[in-house]
């Protein structure tokens, strides 16, 4: 079994719903993922569930026994587990069949959400991903389904072992990041804050643009219109988001400005 096994577990299930509406009890989810006593885990934030569960039935063991036989349930220990292993990697990187952790703004910066990735698009720093526990449809009851995020919403991808990785389809080509640099900037609630953001408002002020404001290190309001005023100077897509295509352009030594 492969990745596309998963990503077909999660698309055939594609429109399951709690039952009731709102009380994060799904049959076939919350009822299956279970303890190794057997014991199920019953209703409760169901995301990680349904991922765990799909990358189980693909024949991946990476999860097992994590929190239930089968994976967790709770996606901060999906995130612990990853980074111990040094598998929570930039959006950039993922591939199809690997797990895609979102962190909303003002949230846990150790994972709010859970989705198993489908598609990269490097263009348009976007995800594509299967989700559960989300509404995909509008109808503000959660479901199953596939969703559209930007970078900026996501703390990293989970690379998933599969038992036949030779037929994955691999990644397209990834773009460099600029040695210091792993994730997307942008203005978040909290502020993102890092030696990246220093390196970057350091490079702007040393390309001209000062109206990023002091170097600081917190990526704040004025870093946000700056980057937009830059991005559309260099006919980039202008949404703030400072990105491997936004970080190409402003490291470039054969442009000054």
């Known amino acids: ?36 006593a057997g014991t199920p885990m019953g209703p409760g934030p169901w995301c ?21 036989a089968q994976g967790a349930a709770y996606v901060p220990y999906i995130t612990v587990w990853a980074r111990q292993r040094g598998k ?10 690997d797990l895609v952790i979102f962190v909303w703004p003002g949230g846990d910066p150790a994972g709010d ?11 348009r720093q976007t995800v594509g991903s299967w989700e559960g526990n989300a509404d995909s449809d509008g109808d503000k009851i959660d479901d199953i389904g596939w969703h559209l995020r930007p970078w900026s919403v996501v703390l990293g991808v989970v690379r998933v072992t599969y038992p ?25 609630t909290p ?11 350091r490079r702007m002020i040393a390309r001209g ?9 917190v990526f704040g309001p004025l870093c946000d219109k ?13 949404d703030g988001l400072v990105g491997p295509a936004t970080l190409a352009e402003v490291f470039r030594t054969d442009n000054i400005t």
Do not use: C
């Open 1 to 36: 079994m492969t990745a596309a096994s998963a990503l077909a577990w999660m698309a055939a299930r594609a429109g399951t719903t709690e039952q009731p509406p709102g009380s994060n009890n799904v049959p076939g989810i919350t009822d299956t993922l279970r303890t190794a």
């Open 48 to 68: 990680a569930a349904a991922v765990s569960l799909a990358i189980d039935a693909a024949g991946s063991t990476d999860l097992l026994g994590l929190q239930f």
């Open 88 to 97: 929570l990697l930039p959006p950039n990187a993922g591939r199809p069949g």
């Open 113 to 123: 959400h859970i989705g198993l990735l489908e598609s990269v698009d490097l263009s």
């Open 164 to 188: 036949d990785l030779a037929t994955v389809a691999p990644p397209p080509a990834s773009p460099t990041w600029p040695p210091g640099f792993f994730r997307v900037l942008s203005l978040r």
């Open 191 to 201: 502020r993102l804050a890092g030696a990246d953001v220093t390196a970057y408002q």
């Open 209 to 217: 643009w000062h109206g990023i404001g002091r170097v600081d290190g």
């Open 226 to 238: 700056t980057t937009r005023q830059f991005q559309a100077e260099k006919r980039l897509v202008v």
